[in-house]
């Protein structure tokens, strides 16, 4: 999933309608590619429950079937069913020609139907298999699945080429998306990406929606979606099951409510502690606050970051970011905190709210503040902080010694150690030296 593009700005106005928890990624950068997304928790039917349907999805029973019927047959040499093979299996399984292909091809990669010498038949798979290692059949099929886009799994070009961020907006949206809904968000995310002209869109607008209902009754085979009582589309038990699996598979957040609900009753420290440590990623925020008032939250936030690390100082900020001016009061507060106040100020600036100008140094300082945070986060928590994007690194790094940053020096010797670009390392020495300098001269 991760070579297709989410359309975030449609994921998060499809959310919104739908009154469910919307993905957080930067709000500056309107189009990811592969960049890590957090979903909202989903609540899993158990193992055993899970286990027990898989043989029930029309896909699977159709491959069991063709495992069965085919015993001991020739194949060609792409390991596909002779041409008289194929029309007898098709005729007495009641498939077309392209579910016999998607259904041979699962059969194979599963381990259902083995080829070798020329050959197809039984694979070695057990006649039981246990929960855990039907769960694991179960993710090689969708897997199987999601891979044939590449190649034309719908029928619908535009579909296959925006099926990962279709499922990714059904995962998100519990309750299941309208159907009107899911084309103009594939017809917006298709504009962006391949900017096609006006006739292209308008044949694509009027011939959409007749193959995205082709598309969902083949993922409904699949046993990915279904329909609900109201008529929208949504992921069955099983499909939030394997669309998880693949978004975790791509580096996403996807957690379950379980993992999300260990962490809602922490203390603000401990909280913050975990975030750094990589224990908890970003989905655990929106459990803890739901069960603090915002101020009271952003006031015990702040008091750790005003004297804590920059590591700290980060994982607080990401907190911070979603509240609303509701906390506005503490966040005002800091502002007479001499590691808080440039954070507050830019808060305060985003939501609108009157405060300080940042000054160039000021906007330096913050980047040296989230390039010391790298030093101190840990797993996951390291991808959440970076220099802004398109910072000429070069003339920051020859900024940094004049703004007063109490890692700057670390800072520095980390890029003259670890930065791959040797016009980067080569600053990044001349820069820690001008540093070690004015602290010299400020001792003396």
């Not at 890590?36 to 349907?53: Q, S, W, Y």
């Not at 309208?178 to 103009?184: D, G, K, V």
């Not at 890029?415 to 003396?444: C, I, N, Q, W």
Request: proline share 6%.
């Amino acid at each position: 999933m991760a070579n297709n593009v989410f359309d975030l700005a449609e994921l998060r106005k499809l959310i919104d309608e739908q009154s469910a928890v919307p993905p957080r990624p930067p709000e500056e950068t309107p189009v990811a590619e592969q960049e890590a997304l957090t979903f909202p928790p989903v609540l899993l039917a158990a193992d055993a429950e899970l286990a027990g349907i898989v043989p029930t999805v029309p896909l699977v029973a159709d491959a069991i079937r063709l495992m069965s019927w085919t015993g001991t047959r020739e194949v060609t040499p792409e390991g596909l069913p002779v041409e008289a093979d194929a029309h007898a299996a098709a005729a007495e399984l009641g498939l077309d020609a392209v579910r016999l292909r998607l259904v041979w091809i699962v059969a194979v990669n599963t381990g259902l139907l083995q080829i070798s010498g020329g050959r197809a038949s039984r694979g070695p798979l057990p006649e039981r298999l246990s929960v855990e290692a039907t769960l694991e059949f179960w993710d090689g099929v969708v897997m199987d699945v999601l891979d044939r886009a590449d190649e034309g799994l719908t029928g619908s070009a535009v579909v296959d080429e925006h099926l990962a961020e279709m499922l990714a907006t059904v995962y998100s949206v519990r309750s299941g998306v309208a159907i009107a809904n899911l084309a103009r968000g594939i017809l917006q995310s298709h504009e962006v990406a391949c900017e096609p002209g006006a006739i292209e869109m308008r044949r694509l607008a009027a011939s959409l929606p007749a193959e995205l209902l082709d598309a969902l009754s083949l993922l409904a085979y699949c046993g990915l979606v279904e329909q609900t009582a109201a008529g929208r589309t949504a992921l069955t038990s099983l499909g939030v099951w394997a669309v998880r699996r693949d978004l975790l598979r791509e580096g996403h957040d996807a957690p379950t409510t379980a993992e999300v609900e260990v962490f809602a009753d922490l203390s603000a420290a401990e909280l913050v502690e975990a975030l750094v440590k990589g224990a908890a990623t970003q989905s655990a925020v929106a459990g803890w606050l739901e069960r603090r008032p915002p101020a009271q939250a952003a006031h015990d936030l702040i008091e750790i970051a005003a004297e804590g690390t920059a590591g700290q100082r980060g994982a607080v900020g990401a907190i911070l970011e979603e509240l609303g001016p509701e906390a506005e009061a503490p966040v005002r507060e800091a502002l007479d905190r001499p590691l808080m106040r440039r954070y507050a100020a830019s808060w305060l600036h985003i939501r609108d709210l009157a405060a300080p100008t940042l000054s160039p140094d000021d906007h330096t300082w913050i980047a040296v503040d989230s390039l010391a945070a790298l030093m101190h986060l840990s797993g996951p928590a390291t991808g959440r902080l970076d220099p802004e994007p398109g910072e000429d690194l070069i003339r920051l790094v020859g900024q940094m010694p004049a703004v007063g940053h109490p890692d700057t020096i670390a800072v520095l010797d980390m890029l003259a150690t670890a930065h791959d670009d040797k016009a980067v390392v080569k600053a990044a020495r001349k820069a820690a030296m001008k540093a070690r300098s004015l602290a010299h001269t400020k001792l003396g």
